[in-house]
């Protein structure tokens, strides 16, 4: 009998080997995605409390005036984005994704803590929301490149056909932040009275994102630098990054396109659903449970749906997709408005968190096979940056406007709709055998 027939020891040790090349593949991706897994922990948090922070930051007689700067206050902290894009992700690009993602968590750590510490306008008056911005300013800058920067990392160490799998656990580690914080949401609002939790109670998630900040720095700190920056012969001046970054702006143009889906949906199914909730007075425990589950339903299917972009052409996933939440978006939005319950926001919540998976786990993968490679870090941090700053960071900010101006919460739908068109057309202007020839390609 042939040594390659079925139990011979051939094919016990190709087993072997793969068992132990998938477990050394675990590591580095549980090392690079749990930075950004605090950054988005400290974002989901801030968004749940964003009534709380208003008022104690910036205290108004008129509740909707004191909520809105609070929720521009975290869109300010995405238009600083596309500056750490370009500027962290230029030095990511020239001194390696490592150091990038340590120097990246350096600054978050700094971001987080000044708004987790940050006294009252009560206490220090004009002070406090001046500090608060600048943190969110900080933030938004080392957000820039952290996000750029982990799905570089995970591509380059991904075989070509599973680029997609590989990336998509940024997304992935994205939703274990949520879950995290509604889990956290839901003991703090049993566990304080309404007042205490006003008061100084929404502080107790921030200050817990502080104390996993060593943890993160322990985790990157033995983090190798990948085989793909590691062969290059020489680190490219940050002008060849800016000349390729300006050659190469149809690319970028059409990466932006492709993150507006993905980031509006994300930012409407997290971020500004406690408030969403809020509005159609269904009550807060309910809401942290559904977010919870929103999050677990996108980690159930970002696996499964970046196996089947792996498998299929990027492109006709991208269309099918992002067809799907145009179509749906305001239907829904309007049956959950008509009358709104628990039932029905569920069922809208696990819809679009299966949209956002679904979606998400394509155009990651895509976009990082499109950006130029000379500036791939700086290049996919500043189309996903400037989207995100645009919008993703106004979304919440914008929906409030919208339901409150027009009495409507299935303007919420029409947000969606518009923002899924946009990526629909984005995704229609791929060239679809390039895609199919980028998906099978090694990275350079």
Known sequence: MKDTAIGSPALALEASASAEKSKEAVKPIIQVVAGNALEIYDFMIYGYYARYIAQTFFPSDNEYV??????MTFAFGFLARPVGAIVLGSY??????RKGLIL???????????????PSYASIGIAAPIIVLLGRLLQGFSAGAELGGVVVYLAEIAPPKKRAFYTCWQAGSQQLSVMAASLVGLILLYWLAPNELHAWGWR???LLGCTVIPVMFWLRSSLEETS????????????????????????????MGMVAMATVTSQTITTYAPTFIKSLNLGESAG?????????????WLPIMATVADRFNRRTVLIVVTLLAAITAYPTMLWLSSGPTIFKFAVVELWFSFIYAAYSAVQVATMVELVPPNARTSGYAFAQAVAAAVLGGFTPAILTWLTHTFHSSA???VWLAVNAAISLIAALALDQKKTAERQTDELQ
Not at 92 to 97: P, V
Not at 229 to 250: M, N
Not at 288 to 300: A, E, K, P, R
């Open 104 to 118: 990246a968590l350096s600054l978050m750590s700094v971001g987080i803590i000044s708004v987790a510490c940050t």
């Open 204 to 206: 107790i998630p921030l």
């Open 411 to 413: 303007m919420v739908g």
């Open 92 to 97: 990511t690009d020239r001194h390696g994704r």
């Open 228 to 255: 793909v920056f590691a062969a290059k012969k020489k680190a490219p001046k940050v002008s060849e990054i800016c000349t390729s970054l300006v050659t190469g702006w149809r690319t970028i143009a059409l990466c």
């Open 66 to 71: 004191s909520l809105m700067m609070s929720l």
């Open 288 to 300: 942290f449970i559904i977010l919870f589950f929103g999050g677990l339903s996108v980690l159930f």
